[in-house]
């Protein structure tokens, strides 16, 4: 198909300058499905020209995409436009690509049609099972996945894919879903409230707080001492984990958050090195590869630590050096059109200096100088 005609050729409709992903039912995904089997039939039984169709998929690369501002709050969040690319079976280079396209939309149609929801991993093993030699790592999944929500462009959670989530919470906030118990998570363990797959689940809850802050904490380890020492109660707030890089049901309820309690500023608390940095940045903007929900997930959190100011508290002994995956990072960083200009000058420290720094290097002050260096920073307005 030539180039000119393929955003004409798309399956539904086209703006040209924003995609999303719509949020649809189960008939409404299965609709989508099947207009796209209906096109490919078509093109193979045209009597003038039968042909095997290529997938037009909008572009989930970095010249395809954008950052908008939304109108009436702070938030902003990576967009993709409509460009596409296209899955061809008669390319050797994406024919596997283009056979698991079809594949995860089948086993999605089927799973649509039973009334049930499945995780990535639980999809993985369905189709490694039923196609060995398309799906040999849970990467083609979820690549295949990205692939049927850029073919289709709904959103995961409407194929029947669930996130699989590592992410808790814990503070002054009490969850009431409907026609069941109140859950106060003020009153839990240091491992907090686990934060379900479910979005749908999610997006029914009912939130109440009287906190003040939202803390964004990067690693599960300093969110237990947080959540140990019971900081929440020093300084009425909300603990967030997604212990590591951040899962969708993670950012999904950050987001909903942001939206029930908007005077509520979300702080970060991450790593001095890339990738604390990129782990920001994704709560923050989104991702490209997730580009057509970023808007769905994005919020205004601010950068409380650690940060370039902060390294007169680690002694030299704590300073590592940035390993090669760090390097790969900054550089994928600072080629960004996102990063704004106080965050791209703590990443050219760190990559100038060569050296990194972890959040638990502040241990050297003693276990309960953490949640100290939290409150003096916050109420100083020490953040980007």
């Given at each position: 198909m030539?180039?000119?005609?393929?955003?004409?050729?798309s399956?539904?409709?086209a703006?040209?300058?924003?995609?999303?992903?719509?949020?649809?039912?189960?008939?409404?995904?299965?609709?989508?499905?099947?207009?796209?089997?209906?096109?490919?039939?078509?093109a193979?039984?045209?009597?003038?020209?039968?042909?095997?169709?290529?997938?037009?998929?909008?572009s989930?690369?970095?010249?395809?995409?954008?950052?908008?501002?939304?109108?009436?709050?702070?938030?902003?969040?990576?967009?993709?436009?409509?460009?596409f690319?296209?899955?061809?079976?008669?390319?050797?280079s994406?024919?596997?690509?283009?056979?698991?396209?079809?594949?995860?939309?089948?086993?999605?149609?089927?799973?649509?049609?039973?009334?049930?929801?499945?995780?990535?991993?639980?999809?993985?093993?369905?189709?490694?099972?039923?196609?060995?030699?398309?799906?040999?790592?849970?990467?083609?999944?979820?690549?295949?996945?990205?692939?049927?929500?850029?073919?289709?462009?709904?959103?995961r959670?409407s194929?029947?894919?669930?996130?699989?989530?590592?992410?808790a919470?814990?503070?002054h906030?009490v969850?009431?879903?409907?026609?069941?118990?109140?859950?106060?998570?003020?009153?839990?363990?240091?491992?907090?409230?686990?934060?379900?797959?479910?979005?749908?689940?999610?997006?029914?809850?009912?939130?109440?707080?009287?906190?003040?802050?939202?803390?964004?904490?990067?690693?599960?380890?300093?969110?237990?001492?947080?959540?140990?020492?019971?900081l929440?109660?020093?300084?009425?707030?909300?603990?967030?984990?997604?212990?590591?890089?951040?899962?969708?049901?993670?950012?999904?309820?950050?987001?909903?958050?942001?939206?029930?309690?908007?005077?509520?500023?979300?702080?970060?608390?991450?790593?001095?090195?890339?990738?604390g940095?990129?782990?920001?940045?994704?709560?923050?903007?989104?991702?490209?590869?997730?580009g057509?929900?970023?808007?769905?997930?994005?919020?205004n959190?601010?950068?409380?630590?650690?940060?370039?100011?902060?390294?007169?508290?680690?002694?030299?002994?704590?300073?590592?050096?940035?390993?090669?995956?760090?390097?790969?990072?900054?550089?994928?960083?600072?080629?960004?059109?996102?990063?704004?200009?106080?965050?791209?000058?703590?990443?050219?420290?760190?990559?100038?200096?060569?050296?990194?720094?972890?959040?638990?290097?502040?241990?050297?002050?003693?276990?309960?100088?953490?949640?100290?260096?939290?409150?003096?920073?916050?109420?100083?307005?020490?953040?980007?």
């Amino acid at each position: 198909m030539a180039e000119a005609n393929v955003a004409a050729a798309s399956l539904f409709g086209a703006d040209r300058r924003l995609c999303s992903a719509d949020i649809l039912t189960p008939p409404e995904a299965r609709a989508r499905m099947e207009v796209a089997v209906l096109n490919f039939l078509a093109a193979l039984a045209s009597p003038s020209s039968p042909a095997i169709s290529v997938l037009p998929l909008i572009s989930r690369s970095s010249a395809n995409c954008g950052l908008r501002s939304g109108l009436l709050s702070d938030v902003s969040s990576v967009y993709l436009s409509y460009a596409f690319c296209n899955r061809s079976l008669m390319r050797a280079s994406n024919a596997k690509a283009f056979v698991r396209v079809w594949k995860v939309m089948e086993m999605c149609y089927k799973i649509l049609g039973e009334g049930k929801m499945v995780h990535q991993r639980e999809l993985f093993y369905k189709l490694l099972s039923h196609s060995p030699k398309y799906f040999s790592c849970q990467r083609d999944v979820n690549r295949a996945i990205q692939d049927v929500v850029s073919l289709l462009r709904c959103t995961r959670q409407s194929l029947g894919v669930m996130a699989s989530s590592r992410g808790a919470l814990i503070g002054h906030l009490v969850l009431h879903e409907p026609d069941e118990e109140q859950i106060d998570c003020s009153i839990l363990g240091a491992s907090g409230h686990a934060i379900t797959g479910d979005l749908n689940l999610l997006s029914r809850l009912k939130l109440y707080s009287d906190a003040r802050y939202i803390i964004v904490v990067e690693k599960d380890a300093i969110f237990q001492r947080l959540a140990e020492d019971r900081l929440y109660n020093q300084l009425p707030c909300i603990l967030i984990t997604a212990k590591g890089y951040p899962d969708i049901a993670s950012r999904f309820i950050l987001h909903r958050l942001s939206q029930t309690f908007s005077n509520m500023p979300i702080f970060a608390l991450v790593d001095w090195n890339p990738a604390g940095l990129a782990i920001l940045c994704t709560y923050k903007y989104g991702s490209i590869s997730m580009g057509l929900e970023s808007y769905r997930y994005a919020c205004n959190v601010k950068w409380l630590g650690l940060r370039g100011d902060d390294l007169p508290l680690i002694p030299e002994s704590a300073f590592q050096e940035l390993k090669p995956r760090d390097s790969q990072i900054a550089k994928s960083l600072l080629s960004s059109k996102f990063l704004q200009d106080r965050h791209r000058a703590e990443l050219t420290l760190m990559v100038d200096m060569g050296r990194r720094a972890e959040i638990e290097a502040l241990y050297s002050h003693g276990f309960d100088f953490l949640g100290k260096y939290i409150a003096r920073k916050i109420v100083q307005g020490d953040y980007i």
